[in-house]
């Protein structure tokens, strides 16, 4: 069995050298109620950087020497639980580990008949559910309204975008490479995208893009991206603020923001997001992503990388922008 551990706390971007490779002959003691498992694919995702510092969050720090955990799709070798059987794949939050023994305590199963496996991590799993929940219940959309997504390209973010299409909404994508921008609009059907690596006065850019002004911004980044899409905002604006990856790695502390005027004088909602705290919407959003998928109104993107030895540079890659779509890892 091989495993990854949290060596050290990374200190601004993350480095491999922060990651312990284990690998050892285990017996794997299946106790009544658990499960063998194999993996198969692993999600690398921009949250995890904030699990590897020991600040206070919505969820636990990942303790130092011990594995790290993201969601997971496994396949049952051995089940001793009523609930599953050997042969069913599942999903869930599990160690970064080629096979492990699990109680099965969130664990949901997952049917390959349906879709890809790694779907489950994309699209219909937490980053459908975060596109979906988060635009519907903060951002309120209205057809007819326009849409600003930052990390357009990336996993949520060119879900965001095309959920913002069938709504009915005007929507412009800011990625890092013009590869990214012809994606959005050829493949994911946006209206304009912005090249934030190339572009000198994205506030123009903006406001270029978006005329009538931004009525939603579905923020992935923060930083100044983010503050050039404030200062574009119209009255009653709502901004789900989702992610902030462009300071995830910052060392020093935050400077102070400079746009709070544009929020007052348009009194527009800025809202913290966390996926976990909409579950209650869960069926409802899984139920409209399978449809719209199985429609195909919906479509995704990929960026798959082969090899559990893999999984530490798939995530600090997600930071350089390496990805198109989810970066999942196979094994
Ligand atoms: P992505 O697939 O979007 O991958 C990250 C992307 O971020 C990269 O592809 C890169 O694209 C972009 N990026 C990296 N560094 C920077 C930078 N300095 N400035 C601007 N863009 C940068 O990841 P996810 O879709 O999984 O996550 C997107 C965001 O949503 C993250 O901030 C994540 O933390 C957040 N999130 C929050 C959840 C919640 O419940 N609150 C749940 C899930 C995700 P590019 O080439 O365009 O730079």
Redesign the pocket.
Known sequence: TKTILLKNRPEGKPSISDFEFKTEESENTVNQGELLLETKYV?????L??RMSDAKSYVPPFQLDKPIQSGVIAEVLESKNDKFKAGDFVSGMLNWQTKQVSKAEGLTKVDPSKAPLSAYLGILG??G???YT?LTEIGKPKAGETLVV??????????VGQIGKILGLKVIG????DE?IEMLKSKFGFDAGI???TTKDMKAAIAEAAPNGVDIYF?????P?SDAVLVNINRLARII?????????NTEAPKSLSVQPFLVKNSALMQ??????YTDKFPEAMKQLSTWLAEDKLTYSE?IVKGFDNIPSAFI???????????VVEL
């Open positions: 999600s690398v995702d921009p949250y950087r904030g937490m980053t559910l975060t596109a988060g930052s990390g357009a390209a990336g996993a949520v973010g060119s879900v800011i990625a890092g490479t990214k090249n934030y690596k923020d992935n980044v923060g930083g991206i603020v989702c992610g902030a990856i462009s300071v995830y790695n913290g997001f966390i996926v976990s705290n960026t890659d997600l930071f350089e922008g390496k990805n198109k779509g989810k970066m």
